[in-house]
DNA sequence: CACGATGGTGCTCATATGAGCGGGGGGTGT
DNA sequence: ACACCCCCCGCTCATATGAGCACCATCGTG
């Protein structure tokens, strides 16, 4: 260390190294052209450009001016070993206001990644419904109901026309039915399921290719599958461990589908087949989801997120642990 | 179009171009090992990368905390082709200071470039004055004194004692004499080279490999020598085109040397001896002196400069015209 | 004074990289 | 529908570049 530049080696030195840097970076000249014109060998055009580097005389930033913060994307991406993944900059003050930025920015991650040839699947949550509102253009392509829809009270949502929405934006067939997300008991779930639109779009879901979904965590308030549970069975699950919850999978922290109970009366995708599915979109937002975004991704159900940066950098820090 | 990226695609082109950037740039992995990692053509990633400068995602700065503006240093060495450059961020509020900090600067550069197989030159000018007072450390080398001193009214420099003092720091032998810069008639001055102290620093001055000057512009309190000649000779020198006057040498806007009675009474190093030193660095500040400046490197008499941001950016803007 | 440590330099050779080319593929105008 | 055009992609080949090595000067030390 301590080679010769920044702290020693005095001002010529480091003019020089700023000259060969500006030749290098700004105006892009080769190695070897600089070393002519400096009458350098190349490697000693080398080790001042590694020097410059190293010292901090060379600061290379990246970024870009707009809400999405590429960085911090590339770096969440990078960290969870994610597909793709959209980091907005948006201060997140009031949850209505960060689940239409995220809406928005996931339309256009989606409007970009869907081809002609994919299947899309969307799982039941505000935030996809807000991605679905946002939605402009799209490749047409088949729409696929994931889960049943579950409407918590005085919802103002037109959850149930999700499906429908982005087929229609789309231009592609909806695959959708009316049922809600979890019954009573598996008998009735059983008999659902062989409803004949929810045969026609359970028989699909084997063929998505792509999925969007939101991410719970299992807490009130993070999870609309949590609070239209009763007490009981909250408290049992969260004891067996579980901690997220991605359309209606309870997922623990490490990642492992919870089997309970509870899954017999779901209508929905399983765990199985959303591992199965190549791409699926996690659009979250909350601090409080950390964890629980964490374990969704180790699950392999989740694979790009679209969320802010303070979740982001939580993510990040609890990711280094 | 006009989406979000750099000019095409959406986010996920957006967050991929930044991801590869980073690996490139930061963390410094080559164009083939992240065209495997991403799964893309090393083309494709060297076309991210240039798509990822030329938009800007990807920004590159060159500077360093500091007194020392590398940035400017290099592009005005590059601008005028000199061989070594270091413009000092002072704000030129008061001469004292900045010719203080020009001092500081100037003996870093010294003591940096002389090796023990040169032989320094010393011009007379405050600012060589304030060189010398900031010189700690530098190579024991023969320090010859270029030029008679200059003592202006209520001078308050101990400028006799420039070259020895610097001998002294270099632990060298000092080559040095008293005389005046310019005398009365020419006679006075060959009488006075034939000096044996005198004699015997003009004859090392074919050997002086390096050498420090001033730089001063043809006008009132912009040159010693200029403000210690008779009215009538300043403007005769003035309309025979003067504008800059190095180590007594004066020189028109062109660069060229200007032959003049006052030549003949100098004691002092010629034009061409001048010339014929390999290095020789001026200390100038003040952008009252631009013109005058651009005219001493042009002149090939001064290649190397210590200078502040405000006249190092006027010598570029002057340069570009 | 001899010694090894140290750091800076330029070399060789395998590898990475850039410039320019041709070949689709999809959108567009008639 | 057809031809056309433009853009995007990956290839070839000459060149630039990096890793490691051997050499040399310098310097502190026994």
């Known amino acids: 260390m301590a080679t010769t530049n920044t702290g020693a080696g005095g001002p010529a030195q480091l003019v020089l190294t700023a000259s060969v840097a500006r030749r ?17 060998s190349r490697f000693k055009v080398a080790r001042l450009l590694e020097d410059a580097r190293s010292s901090g005389l060379v600061r290379i930033e990246i970024g870009h001016p707009g809400t ?15 597909t793709h993944c959209v980091v907005t900059d948006t201060p997140d003050d009031h949850p209505a206001s960060l689940r239409e930025h995220l809406g928005v920015a996931a339309a256009e991650l989606l409007s970009e990644v869907i081809t002609p040839d994919d299947v899309l699947g969307l799982a039941w949550a505000r ?22 829809a579950l409407a918590r009270p005085g919802a103002d949502d037109s959850s149930i026309e999700l499906v429908r929405d982005v087929a229609r934006t789309s231009g592609g067939p909806a695959y959708f039915f009316y049922a809600p997300m979890a019954v009573p008991d598996a008998a009735t779930a059983r008999a659902l399921r062989q409803q004949p639109e929810v045969a026609r779009a359970f028989s699909l879901i084997g063929s998505v290719t792509k999925a969007v979904a939101g991410v719970g965590a299992w807490a009130p308030e993070q999870s609309t599958l949590f609070d239209s549970t009763s007490e009981a069975e909250r408290a049992e699950l969260a004891s067996r461990g579980v901690c997220a919850e991605v359309s209606g999978v309870l997922i623990d922290i490490e990642g492992n589908t919870v089997p309970a109970g509870l899954t017999e009366r779901m209508i929905g995708i399983t765990a199985a087949q959303m591992r199965a599915v190549p791409e699926v979109i996690g659009i979250v937002y909350g601090t409080g989801k950390t964890l629980a975004v964490l374990a969704a991704v180790r699950s392999g159900m989740v694979n790009s997120l679209v969320t802010h940066s303070t979740l982001a950098e939580a993510l990040i820090a609890e990711a280094e642990r």
């Open 24 to 40: 290098y970076y700004l105006d892009g000249r080769s190695k070897v052209e600089i070393a002519e014109e400096f009458a350098l």
């Open 68 to 82: 999405v913060d590429v960085e911090l994307s590339a770096r969440l991406m990078e960290k969870l070993g994610l």
């Open 127 to 148: 935030s996809v419904s807000a991605m679905a509102t946002a939605l402009q253009h799209m490749a047409p392509v088949p729409v696929v109901q994931l889960t049943g």
